[in-house]
């Protein structure tokens, strides 16, 4: 809750006129807790697990043919009856898991030092939070993932999230209740070095599921900007790590890609990649031969 009951206190406190923005800020936010602000995660996670997939499902229901080309893995398929059914279970551990870790750890967040006051951060302020806590997480979650697919992790908790072996969009938050848990923990790593305002942790939030569904919606569209972020994954690196399932050894990290290269879990990824131009190159090849020989032919 904000500690002043007029823009007119808040102005004088900060030296200075509220910005449009701030102006907002102010009028939403200054008869509402700070637990309240926070809890607005809830809607954002709801929202955004039911919603964004919808946008790759229209593009699957409306404009197949002009996508197809765009599938990593073509030849599987998904009813809508099965996509339903992965949604009631991402929902029914939203429910269950995903809500109610919401309420309960608001203490953490109110420790490491989320401010919901004034003034509201910059731009750049928010644009170099929003990248740490990117680097960060992907860090944390590369060693957490390897650890998940050992024996005993796989086995015991990782499995349930690769029953889809081509996954979609609906099926990124998609796992057994512990592994919700678990990885929650990367997700607080960057907020907790680099502490920010309220709204920068539900861009965070928001941003970083949003990336998420991306990352297993089975389409590496070209026109997606998340193309332009240097050393980044994307659908196509992660759809690989599916592709293997239980056995696989690569493709641990969640956002980017410098982790596996440098711990060396990108190889068999790389080697398929080399593997598959190789033999783009020798159909080219032979098609244009065949081509040439053809043509030669009918001259003769």
């Known amino acids: 809750m904000l500690p002043f009951k007029s823009i007119q206190e808040a102005e004088i406190a900060i030296g200075r006129s509220l910005t449009t923005v701030e102006t907002i800020w102010f009028n939403y936010s200054v008869n509402k807790s700070d637990y309240y602000l926070y809890c607005h995660n809830i809607l954002f996670l709801f929202l955004i697990f039911s919603c964004v997939p919808l946008y790759y499902l229209f593009l699957e ?17 998904l009813s809508l009856s099965d996509v339903f059914r992965c949604y009631k279970s991402v929902m029914r551990m939203f429910i269950l898991v995903v809500g109610p870790l919401q309420l309960v750890s608001y203490p953490s967040v109110k420790m490491i030092g ?61 796992a057994h209740w512990l592994e919700i848990l678990i990885l929650g923990i990367p997700s607080f790593m960057g907020p907790a070095i680099a502490p920010g305002h309220m709204i920068t942790f539900w861009l965070w939030i928001a941003l970083r599921q949003i990336e998420a569904i991306e990352t297993h919606s ?17 659908p196509d690196y992660h759809d690989y790590h599916h592709y293997v399932g239980g056995q696989s050894q690569s493709n641990f990290a969640s956002v980017f890609t410098y982790c596996d290269y440098i711990y060396g879990t990108d190889k068999g990824y790389r080697y398929q990649k080399k593997v598959l131009q190789q033999l783009k190159g020798a159909s080219n090849a032979n098609g244009e031969q065949n081509g040439g020989s053809a043509t030669f032919a009918k001259d003769d």
């Open 61 to 77: 229901l409306f404009f197949k043919k002009s996508i197809q080309s765009y599938k990593i893995q073509p030849k599987v398929s």
């Open 218 to 234: 089975g389409y590496d569209l070209p026109w997606t900007v998340t193309k332009y972020i240097p050393f980044y994954g994307g």
């Open 114 to 174: 989320i401010r919901t006051s004034l003034p509201l951060p910059s731009l750049w302020e928010i644009l170099l939070q929003l990248g740490t806590y990117f680097i960060v997480e992907d860090y944390f979650n590369y060693w957490i993932h390897r650890f998940l697919h050992c024996k005993w992790g796989y086995e015991k908790i990782h499995k349930v999230h690769h029953e889809y072996t081509a996954p979609i969009g609906y099926a990124a938050p998609y």
